[in-house]
């Protein structure tokens, strides 16, 4: 029997990003089955790679008995410990070309919305200035910046993903290839 999924503030819509996905697999943490199971990284001395269910993860549980987290680099403003932990041990994290990311904004985690390619950006102006001063900083031509913003790529690389700032709706994005 599958069961309405929890609420991740941090990550509103895991499904939709594929962080989340059906499943008749009994979870490691719970030993349940509940109809769905965690797909996203699993930072933690076992391989918990298919294996954890997102209600193990949303009480904390995961992150307790297997010291584990759920996020990349934890990138933006200073926040509480306890918006770090939140973030990192009991929101699903999600998968990226490299090691992912995770903005914080006006002293909170902002959500994650997904990847997003150059189309899906076109609605995210704020989005896209953070991309454009994020390729500056690498030292590119304002060209090659350009190119680059043009070629970003929802289902390929490079990819963006996109984020909500919880408070001012600001959005943010950082861009990701190999």
């Given amino acids: 029997?599958?069961?309405?999924?929890?609420?991740?503030?941090?990550?509103?819509?895991?499904?939709?990003?594929?962080?989340?996905?059906?499943?008749?697999?009994?979870?490691?943490?719970?030993?349940?089955?509940?109809g769905y199971i965690y797909k996203g990284p699993v930072h933690a001395v076992a391989d918990l790679s298919?294996?954890?269910?997102?209600?193990?993860?949303a009480d904390g549980s995961a992150a307790q008995?297997?010291?584990?987290?759920?996020?990349?680099?934890?990138?933006?403003?200073?926040?509480?410990?306890?918006?770090?932990?939140?973030?990192?041990?009991?929101?699903?994290?999600?998968?990226?070309?490299?090691?992912?990311?995770?903005f914080f904004h006006c002293g909170d985690g902002a959500a994650f919305l997904g990847p997003v390619g150059a189309t899906d950006l076109a609605a995210f102006p704020d989005a896209i200035e953070v991309l454009r001063?994020?390729?500056?900083?690498?030292?590119w031509a304002a060209d090659k910046v350009e190119n680059h913003l043009g070629a970003l790529d929802k289902d390929s690389q490079p990819t963006a993903y996109l984020f909500r700032c919880r408070t001012c709706s600001t959005h943010l994005a950082y861009a990701d290839f190999t």
């Fill in 65 to 102: 008995r297997y010291e584990a987290h759920f996020t990349g680099e934890l990138i933006g403003d200073e926040v509480s410990l306890e918006v770090v932990l939140s973030v990192d041990a009991r929101t699903p994290g999600f998968s990226a070309w490299q090691d992912p990311q995770w």
């Fill in 133 to 139: 001063s994020e390729a500056l900083a690498w030292g």
């Fill in 1 to 34: 029997m599958t069961e309405a999924l929890p609420v991740f503030p941090y990550h509103p819509d895991p499904p939709s990003t594929g962080s989340i996905a059906p499943s008749a697999t009994a979870c490691v943490c719970c030993g349940r089955v509940r």
């Fill in 50 to 57: 298919d294996l954890l269910y997102p209600w193990c993860i």
